[in-house]
């Protein structure tokens, strides 16, 4: 039995899409975000980093989301639907798998912490200063790193429909998290193609039924 540790708003979605896309009978257990936005103490009892996703199969109890996609897809998609099969497609594959929580989800989790040192629960007495330093770091740092990213993706996602090959992979599934961080608050204009990528995504029937197993996914800025 397949059992998914799912928190709210979160990369945990990733997980649902593949097992709606594999058509995967599962049942999800769902976790609450606390004010602070970390999950509930609870998630700790099932996997001691309290993260999640988490996924259970028959006593083998899985995190990380790029390791649940790929265990998924060898274990319950005989027919390579969601890994592309063509070697150069592969490549891409395995390269936007690792990019997506190696390279591009830190810097997105680095805006998200530097835009918000001027807000609660931040003291009050230091918010100004903590919007300053806040400020002063993604102007010296992170913007263009963001933006070379965005870039590179765009630039991408003109020349290929998919992450990886000619359809929906595993790849596109990792990458969806990144990718709705990326425009809701990356701060870069002009990415037409991984927009066009983005509502692509978001009309899939896969997607729909995602939102409707495992709530909204609307990051914050
Ligand atoms: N690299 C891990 C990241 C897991 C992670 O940080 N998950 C977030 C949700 S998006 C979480 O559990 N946050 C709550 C917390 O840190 O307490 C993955 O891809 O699964």
Not at 193 to 201: L, P
Request: charged residues 20%; glycine residues 8%; without cysteine.
């Amino acid at each position: 039995m397949l059992t998914l540790h799912h928190l709210n708003q979160s990369r945990s979605h990733r997980v649902i899409w593949a097992l709606e896309e594999l058509s995967l009978t599962y049942e999800i257990v769902h976790y609450q975000r606390e004010k602070t936005m970390l999950a509930p103490e609870s998630l700790k009892k099932v996997h001691p980093l309290g993260k999640s996703p988490v996924l259970e199969d028959n006593g083998l109890i899985l995190a990380e989301s790029g390791a649940i996609l790929e265990y998924l897809q060898e274990t319950y998609d005989p027919g390579s639907r969601l890994k592309p099969l063509e070697p150069a497609h592969k490549v891409q594959y395995r390269f936007w798998l690792h990019y997506a929580e190696g390279s591009l989800m830190p810097l997105l989790l680095m805006k998200l912490v530097f835009n918000s040192l001027g807000k609660p629960p931040v003291p009050f007495g230091i918010r100004t200063l903590g919007k300053a330093l806040g400020q002063g770091v993604q102007k010296a740092y992170l913007n263009r790193q963001i933006e070379a990213h965005a870039r590179f993706i765009e630039s991408h996602l003109s020349r290929n429909s998919w992450f990886a090959g000619d359809s929906l992979s595993m790849a596109d599934i990792q990458m969806s998290f990144p990718i709705f961080a990326l425009l809701t608050r990356g701060g870069i204009d002009n990415l037409p193609h991984t927009q066009a990528w983005k509502e692509k995504v978001e009309s899939s029937p896969g997607w729909r039924r995602t939102l409707e197993q495992g709530g909204p996914l609307s990051l914050p800025g």
